[in-house]
């Protein structure tokens, strides 16, 4: 069989690139775009059957892109997200866009309970006392998470993980999704935002989702924790509310990333900031690599794909040489 050509776009070496791809052997063909920007991704598209995608979104699959590649096959996003790219246009030319559901559940999860308890318990600011030489042991007045009313914005794998683990807390959860369900715990988005003590979100970013969460609309003192994309909150509602009657945010991912220097959440207090790492952890990192080889695998072995989320074909099926089973 003649080697797939896979484009790989991830913003990593080449040489590590070969090596996380050996498992599959002479099956495929290695390339990266010879600069990392826009007009280099688009000059090696034409060959390209399967791109591996940019979890950044930086090198992201728009119409354009998809019409340039004439004998894409298949795209694997390596993460959660798949910002940026055209699910549409890639359905209409028959390719399916897979992503890695799941294999970052549990981090985030955590992240978001962890961040919920460092901003309710003050351990910031705990910390930056104790450095500084004093020990304000009654000022702080931390409160407990346990009891607190938890609104999950989302219910995929990490939005069911998030459930749980904040019942485990002594937590009272109710979520919101896009699609209803038959679940006593299931409350309409208003609800959810104006109720919670702790709003926590979790949804994928879409035209839909974006700017869905007015922070303004939160309840005297809740705390927001942000573990989806920036752009599902307004931020400018968030700065607005978190100068005002918001007890607290947790952020984990901003519209621009890096945070720029001049951002007006680095000048706020009662707000915990990280540099998008809630799902990188070893575990996740592991789950993530052996979901996108075995979908690899599959694709270029003529078997069904998993975690297909543009509704295409879940075989690859080569458009122009040999066919993958050949």
């Not at 010879?34 to 728009?62: C, F, H, K």
């Not at 979901?291 to 122009?320: C, H, Q, S, Y």
Request: hydrophobic residues 45%.
């Amino acid at each position: 069989m003649t080697p797939w050509n896979l484009l790989a776009l991830p913003p990593l070496p080449e040489e590590l690139l070969r090596g996380l791809i050996k498992p599959l052997g002479d099956r495929v063909r290695l390339s990266v775009p010879a600069r990392r920007d826009r007009a280099a991704m688009l000059d090696a598209l034409p060959e390209a059957e399967i791109v591996l995608g940019d979890w950044s979104a930086e090198l992201a699959l728009d119409a354009e892109a998809v019409a340039a590649a004439s004998r894409l096959a298949f795209v694997q996003q390596p993460s959660v997200g798949v910002d940026g790219h055209d699910l549409t246009a890639l359905a209409a030319a028959g390719v399916p866009l897979a992503n890695t559901a799941g294999v970052s559940a549990v981090a985030v999860a955590e992240w978001c309970v962890s961040a919920a308890l460092a901003v309710r318990r003050k351990l910031r600011e705990a910390d930056a006392a104790v450095r500084a030489g004093r020990w304000p042991q009654q000022e702080l007045q931390p409160s407990e998470l346990s009891g607190s009313k938890v609104g999950i914005v989302g219910h995929g794998p990490i939005g069911a993980e998030c459930g749980r683990l904040f019942r485990a807390f002594g937590c009272q959860v109710s979520y919101w999704t896009r699609t209803p369900r038959e679940d006593p715990a299931y409350t309409p988005l208003e609800t959810v935002v104006a109720e919670s003590d702790v709003l926590v979100v979790v949804i994928a970013l879409s035209e839909q989702t974006r700017g869905l969460i007015d922070p303004r609309r939160m309840k005297q003192g809740a705390l927001l924790v942000n573990a989806a994309r920036g752009e599902v909150v307004d931020q400018a509602a968030l700065v607005e509310a978190l100068g005002g009657h918001l007890g607290g945010a947790a952020l984990d991912v901003f519209p621009t990333e890096p945070l720029p220097a001049d951002d007006p959440l680095l000048g706020l207090d009662r707000v915990l900031l990280s540099p998008h790492i809630a799902g990188v952890t070893g575990q996740a990192t592991g789950r993530l690599i052996k979901a996108v080889m075995d979908n690899l695998e599959a694709a270029v072995d003529g078997r069904p794909l998993v975690n297909v989320v543009n509704r295409a074909e879940a075989i690859v099926t080569r458009k122009f040489g040999d066919s993958p089973a050949a």
